[in-house]
């Protein structure tokens, strides 16, 4: 370990303070923070280079004379954190999932609903098979990839293998994947499969076991292939199916008319799952004079997709329209692959897929299965609630419309450079991208922007109306989900003059709102986005118009009105906003709940087995809870494993809906029902059986378990309306015990300090799923604390770092 004083120009009486911790990578030792931009580019001119300098918390601000040092760098450095996560990725995408670990082993439901590893590969096989990646990497921008990224690809390929050169796999420190013979260097096709695998997760991706299972009927099935009769709750059933999600989000921007300074301030807050391929990794790109933005990204993916630059900020949240549709084939008779449209047969497509599949005894064998396809994709089983039989005379198929989706690499490239929320705009429109979020932002002006600008199914309602199946006229109006009658051409998804590619919306037909006050979504759709300039006209595919909104809009809207109601927002405030972790559901129903508790006769619960329960010291913990889902929070717990009873309960509220009164209605809880009184005992008895006591702090049984140590988290279920959202693992012997999705790469940031981005950021599983490292669980501690990080963006800042540690990677 040596110690280095030389600084670059300008920055000599910083760094002179500077102590930087020296390490060596393969023999290359890294250089002092003197490096300077003129070295980074000398060292490019003769291979592969990049500067990582590391700050608190293991966040590496990634620095590169151009873009193929850049992925360079980040490659490495994700590597470093994740490798074994990263590692999971491509074994997946690459259909080698049975190969090594078993055919009945779990799928990798980061990327899709496969329940097991045979059927992710045979659907993975597919996708390599029919080449869509590849067709999509050969078109130009901005259908395909821009230069720009695929020299970051390059790079980053480049990075992530010499990692693994270096440690080799015998020396990888988690032990998830020490000396696993599927770790292995990966090529540039690889991380483009993960992008489409990310894409079209919320089409496809949702119905893997479905189209891997179909196959047609045999012959002779005759009546026992008809198609059963709709359900009459089947709308209910598939909003249920379609609703078990594990990604979420808030996002709020709030601009010049709403904040201190006059300027733009925004909070992003994604609910995603903190274990496995869809964890964010915290870093700062830069390539002087070409990009600078710092942020989150999905493990894997080499562009920043929730971050912030000098002038502007952004956020994504999961959104409501449906980017897939179905489509009902009448069949020719006798002939169950081949389908009719417009009177005239045409044969599906079939592709035999061939998987390797590792034995018990560890031989190898294959597994062959036949998948088809139609004019309009793959064909399908019964999945997701959905009845869709194969039968002698029909059967169902999926369209995707991410299909061949890579542009969203491109918009992400650019959103890091924009410079205003109008670019930002313009970014969402020119790519065409986004495959499945919203995008809120703000910007130094002091603009707040709410666009959800992404890809849709060109599904107009006359289409709808006109082209509907009875399945689809029972679901479409409840869902979004479109199900057409393949059978007529006319029935074909539409297109727009603006739409890059046939068959979604234009961005001109999309829903986008700025604003000066503010604007925010919690996965709700467009339409209360500002509730004082509701959002309306747009197609039922895109989401819903005067519906009852979500708990965590209505407790969202809430929270922003009455701050500014009482003054302007400042960083902090939206900082405290978050952490607050107030209940809408509590501030709705603790005290009505509480009432009826102490009225229950002889302090008795009735529960839903018939019996009762003694109520104890429940009535008194609802009673004086605070409605918040703090750690040191009494009563929480009871009231969230209460409600989660009742959430979905549409007769639980005795004031309905009304669409003049949106934040405020439902409301007044029918504490008169029968199920919300046994709801109540039910958790009553939950608690009493986990030996929890009603009104015991919330971090006591609500907590994570990192290397032995216990650590609270505080925040509770989306459904109770807790903006710091955790949904958690419960044990019915211990309470909540782990995370399973929540609150994850969280960013409040504004535009107070001159050039530099004043932002807070916060990574509540913290940078690696490596035990071994540092930064395993030092975040999460903090997250358990309250506190957040202090955002270096400058390059002063970044120098000034008590922990600063600079890397200097080189390859030639």
């Known amino acids: 370990m040596r110690k280095h004083t030389a600084t670059p120009r300008g920055l000599a009486a910083i760094a002179l303070a500077v102590t930087t911790v020296m390490t060596t990578v393969s023999g290359v030792a890294a250089g002092e923070p003197a490096a300077g931009e003129t070295e980074l580019r000398e060292a490019s001119g003769r291979g592969l280079a990049a500067n990582i300098r590391y700050t608190e918390y293991g966040i590496p601000h990634i620095k590169a004379a151009n873009f193929a040092g850049l992925g360079y760098g980040y490659g490495f450095a994700a590597a470093k954190d994740n490798i074994c996560v990263l590692a999971d990725t491509y074994l997946t995408v690459d259909a080698q999932r049975s190969r090594y670990l078993g055919p009945d082993a779990p799928g990798n439901r980061a990327f899709g609903s496969a329940r097991t590893s045979l059927s992710s590969d045979l659907y993975f096989q597919q996708v390599i098979d029919s080449g869509v990646v590849e067709r999509a990497l050969a078109e130009p921008p901005p259908a395909g990839p821009r230069a720009e990224v695929r020299d970051i690809i390059r790079g980053y390929v480049a990075g992530y293998n010499r990692y693994l050169r270096d440690t080799g796999v015998s020396g990888i420190s988690d032990p998830a994947c020490r000396d696993a013979e599927w770790v292995r260097p990966i090529t540039e096709i690889d991380v483009y499969r993960h992008f489409y695998a990310v894409a ?134 006798g002939e169950p692959t081949t389908y009719l449209v417009d009177g005239r047969a045409e044969r599906m497509t079939s592709r035999t897929v061939s998987v390797e599949v590792r034995g018990p005894d560890g031989s190898l064998d294959t597994v062959e299965r036949t998948l088809y396809s139609t004019r309009y994709g793959p064909v399908l089983s019964p999945t997701r609630n959905l009845p869709l039989p194969w039968t002698e005379t029909g059967a169902y198929t999926i369209r995707d419309a991410n299909h061949g989706n890579l542009r969203g690499l491109n918009t992400w490239f650019e959103l890091g450079r924009a410079r205003s929320t109008r670019e930002v705009q313009r970014v969402l429109a020119r790519t065409q991208g986004v495959p499945w979020v919203n995008t809120v932002a703000a910007d130094r002006q002091g603009h707040a922007l709410y666009a959800d600008v992404q890809v849709v199914p060109h599904v107009t309602d006359e289409l709808a109306r006109r082209c509907s199946t009875p399945l689809g006229s029972r679901i479409f109006p409840a869902t979004g989900i479109p199900v057409l009658e393949g059978s007529r051409g006319e ?74 109601a009482s003054g302007r927002f400042s960083r902090k405030d939206m900082q405290d906003l978050l952490f607050d972790d107030r209940s809408w559901a509590g501030t709705q129903a603790a005290a009505d709940t509480a009432r009826m508790c102490a009225d229950f006769p002889s302090g008795k619960a009735p529960t839903s087995g018939g019996g009762t329960v003694e109520v104890g010291s429940a009535c008194t913990a609802l009673s004086e809870w605070d409605q918040r889902m703090a750690a040191d929070s009494r009563g929480g717990l009871l009231f969230e494993r209460y409600w989660l009873k009742i959430a979905r309960l549409r007769e639980k509220w005795r004031v309905p809906f009304d669409p003049a009164d949106p934040v405020a209605t439902p409301n007044t809880l029918n504490t008169g029902d029968p199920r919300v009184r046994q709801a109540l005992g039910d958790a009553i008895a939950e608690l009493r059986a986990a030996g929890i006591e009603p009104d015991a702090p919330l971090g006591e049984n609500h907590y994570v378990v990192r290397n032995g140590d216990r650590i609270p988290v505080h925040g509770g279920h989306g459904d109770q309306g807790v903006l710091n959202m955790i949904v958690p693992t419960w044990d019915p012997e211990k309470g909540n015990t782990e995370v399973e999705h929540g609150s994850s790469h969280i960013q409040a940031v504004s535009f107070s300090r001159g050039h530099c981005p004043d932002a807070a950021t916060l990574l509540t599983y913290s940078q690696s799923s490596d035990p071994s490292s540092p930064h395993y669980a030092d975040q999460t501690r903090l997250f358990a604390d309250g506190r957040w990080v202090r955002s270096r963006f400058c390059e002063w800042e970044i120098w000034t770092s008590p922990e600063l540690r600079l890397v200097r990677l080189r390859e030639r």
């Not at 493990?299 to 929730?306: E, K, N, R, S, T």
């Not at 519906?547 to 407790?555: F, H, I, K, L, V």
């Open 200 to 333: 079209t997760i919320s089409g496809q991706g949702q119905m893997i076991d479905g189209i891997t299972s179909a196959a047609p009927p045999g012959p002779g099935q005759g009546s026992a292939g008809a198609e059963p009769a709709i359900p009459a709750d089947i709308a209910d059933r598939v909003r249920r199916a379609m609703g078990r999600q594990d990604m979420g989000s808030n996002a709020i921007a709030v601009g010049r008319d709403g904040t201190r300074n006059r300027k733009g301030l925004l909070l992003g807050n994604p609910h995603y799952p903190w274990h496995g391929g869809r964890r964010f990794w915290q870093s700062q790109m830069t390539v002087p004079g070409k990009l600078n933005v710092s942020g989150g990204s999905l493990l894997g993916l080499p562009l920043v997709q929730i971050g912030f630059n000098r002038d502007v900020a952004w956020s994504h949240t999961v959104a409501t329209p449906r980017t897939f549709g179905l489509y009902q084939v009448d069949l020719v008779p």
């Open 491 to 564: 029935c074909a998804w539409g297109n727009d003059p603006d739409a890059l590619v046939p068959g979604i919306f234009g961005p001109s037909r999309m829903p986008v709102l700025n604003r000066t006050d503010y604007v925010a979504n919690s996965n709700d759709s467009a339409w209360l986005s500002n509730p004082r300039q509701p959002i309306t006209g747009y197609p039922r595919i895109m989401g819903d118009i005067g519906t009852e909104r979500g708990p965590r809009t209505r407790m969202g809207i809430t929270a922003v009105e009455q701050q500014l």
